[in-house]
């Protein structure tokens, strides 16, 4: 009997169909190479979530079979969700060294310890299992960022992670194009690419424009104290702002946790250059004028905690902002965020400061490659098959059209589905079998099995409100009802009105022939009615039981 031939699997369990938390598995018969594990924000549909990451069950299951990990770069969305995955699988990790000390950091605060973490360097090829794995430069919105060229058994998958054509960037790196043409001299089997900016035509602008744009207004506001917020990732940014802020002769405050804590990476590491005698605390700005510092923080998306938003909102005693200051957002918003944004340029402006974003000035370039940049990668790579990645779905329709301008055969792309695994061979691209898939809801801990439970609970709470019955089941003459609500007015009368009912159940004659959840259902009922009739809402009902 002829032995089964083992087949080539791509498999999604993010960043398809959705921006961020990326992840992509290479697998062939007994070997598993993973691409990223990053995490996204939740939407207003998950109250009370602080992050969300790929479901990656189907990794647990097959946990014998990971060969490594390998990492594109360091933005969250990439390897936001690895500290978890590390948790409970022990591969080798690779990636740059900056994307390595963000892990690190991630992973002593979830006291992950003894994993093995591998840096790697532009061109540098390893080998996990039956793949070999070869890291190529390219530029991103973060320092250390690589497309990988992976030979797998049937043919090389080239991944092109975050990346775009940046021909003066601030380290001098430029994406290696000389490398990724003679990969593509030698022949790609399948091609992944960011679609991100599909959308954009032209070019992407390059990151040492905005230090043009980032002096004029530093020139210009010599009088003000000069408030940056920006990705704290973004390394590159934020070594620019210094920059003027050195050149201007301004002390530098770093503002947020993460912030600080990247900040000091990438300086102990070499990635970011400053004088420390040039640092301040942001406790002690006090001691500064006005117009010999600098504040680079975090906040551009609005989040509700981050310095930016607690400034707008009078919350962040370090800081107080008035008509002295000159607050930059040097950063695009990402979308489904607009609305947090504009509330917090809205409240600076109202407290008096002179707010610069990018509707008003070129002072953020993005990270990803514009049209005529996804074009010159298909020039050079000229695969065979195609699937665009990192992307909502009009994004990968829209580069299936381009590719196809590009004279790729529209029956050779597919557009990835999250848990759709599509199986590559020489000869054909083709889906096959979806595996379970989703999303891991995380609130401080892992939210797993009653996920959908708990989402419907919170949202019920956010809209109707609670009511708790402290009742006691055998003094209850004594002792009488208390009731407590949140969200839920409820009158003196209702009130009194649900007391009487509670007794009145409770002194049933037949009561003693009710166990405890018997008897809170039947309170429950009872409550709930009441409140529907009377308050026109359906809060969650919660009885409590004494019994005495």
């Keep these: 009997m002829a032995k089964k031939k083992n087949k080539l699997k791509v498999i ?36 009370g979530i602080d992050y969300v990451i790929p479901d990656y069950n189907y990794l647990l299951q097959n946990k014998e079979k990971v060969a490594a990990i390998v990492i594109t770069h360091g933005h969250e969305d990439h390897i936001g969700a690895l500290h978890f995955v590390l948790r409970d699988i022990n591969a080798p990790v690779y990636g740059s060294k900056l994307s390595l000390a963000l892990l690190e950091h991630k992973l002593a605060e979830a006291k992950v310890k003894g994993r093995r973490l591998i840096p790697v360097e532009d061109g540098q090829k390893i080998e996990a299992g039956c793949f070999k794995v070869e890291f190529v430069r390219v530029n991103h919105s973060i320092a250390g960022a690589f497309a990988l ?18 021909h003066t960037p601030i380290d001098n790196n430029a994406i290696n194009l000389t490398r990724i043409a003679e990969i593509g001299k030698k022949g790609v089997l399948l091609l992944m690419m960011d679609s991100t900016n599909v959308e954009r035509s032209g070019f992407s602008m390059s990151e040492s424009n905005v230090y043009k744009n980032l002096d004029n207004i530093f020139a210009q506001n010599e009088k003000k ?23 201007y002769n301004r002390k530098i405050a770093f503002s947020g946790r993460s912030m600080i804590n990247i900040a000091e990476i990438a300086y102990d590491i070499g990635e ?12 002690k700005i006090n001691k500064i004028p006005y117009d010999r510092l600098c504040i680079i923080s975090t906040g551009t998306q609005g989040e509700p905690m981050s310095a930016l938003t607690r400034m707008s909102q009078n919350d962040f005693k370090k800081v107080v902002i008035n ?10 918003p990402i979308p489904g965020n607009e609305r947090l944004i504009y509330n917090v340029i809205n409240n600076l402006y109202k407290m008096g400061a002179d707010v610069i974003y990018q509707s008003l000035q070129e002072v953020h370039a993005s990270g990803h490659a514009c049209v005529e940049e996804l074009k010159m990668m298909f020039s050079l790579l000229k695969p065979r098959f195609f699937i665009p990645v990192h992307g909502e779905y009009r994004h990968l329709k829209q580069h299936i059209q381009i590719a196809s301008e590009m004279g790729i055969n529209p029956a050779c792309s597919i557009i990835p589905e999250q848990g759709m695994a599509v199986e590559v061979s020489r000869k054909e691209i083709k889906r096959a079998e979806s595996i379970p898939s989703g999303s891991i809801l995380v609130d401080g801990s892992v939210v797993t099995d009653d996920s959908e439970m708990i989402l419907r609970d919170r949202r019920h709470l956010a809209g109707d409100g609670f009511v708790i019955a402290i009742v006691s089941k055998h003094s209850i003459d004594i002792n009488p009802p208390i009731i407590i609500s949140r969200g839920v007015n409820i009158s003196e009368k209702l009130n009194e009105d649900l007391r009487e009912n ?13 166990d405890i959840q018997s008897l809170k259902q039947l309170l429950r009922k009872m409550i709930a009615k009441s409140l529907l009739k009377e308050v026109k809402k359906k809060p969650m009902v919660i009885p409590i039981i004494i019994e005495n």
Excluded: W
Excluded at 153 to 162: A, L, N, Q, R, T
Excluded at 232 to 244: L, Y
Excluded at 326 to 332: N, P
Excluded at 502 to 514: G, K, S
């Design 225 to 247: 104290r000069i408030i940056v917020a920006t990705f704290a990732s973004n390394i590159h940014r934020v070594q620019q702002i210094i920059n003027c802020a050195l050149k």
């Design 12 to 47: 999604f369990l993010g960043g398809v169909g959705e921006i961020g938390k990326n992840m992509t598995l290479l697998e062939y018969g007994s070997n598993i190479l993973v691409i990223d594990a990053g995490m996204t924000f939740p939407n207003e549909q998950m109250p």
């Design 272 to 283: 970011l250059k400053y004088p420390k005698d040039k640092i301040v605390d942001i406790d």
């Design 149 to 166: 060229s992976v030979n797998t058994p049937e043919g090389v998958i080239f991944h092109s992670g975050d990346f775009k054509m940046d």
């Design 502 to 514: 509670i007794i009145r159940e409770v002194m049933r004659e037949d009561i003693d022939e009710y």
């Design 323 to 332: 008509d002295k200051d000159t607050v930059i957002l040097s950063a695009s």
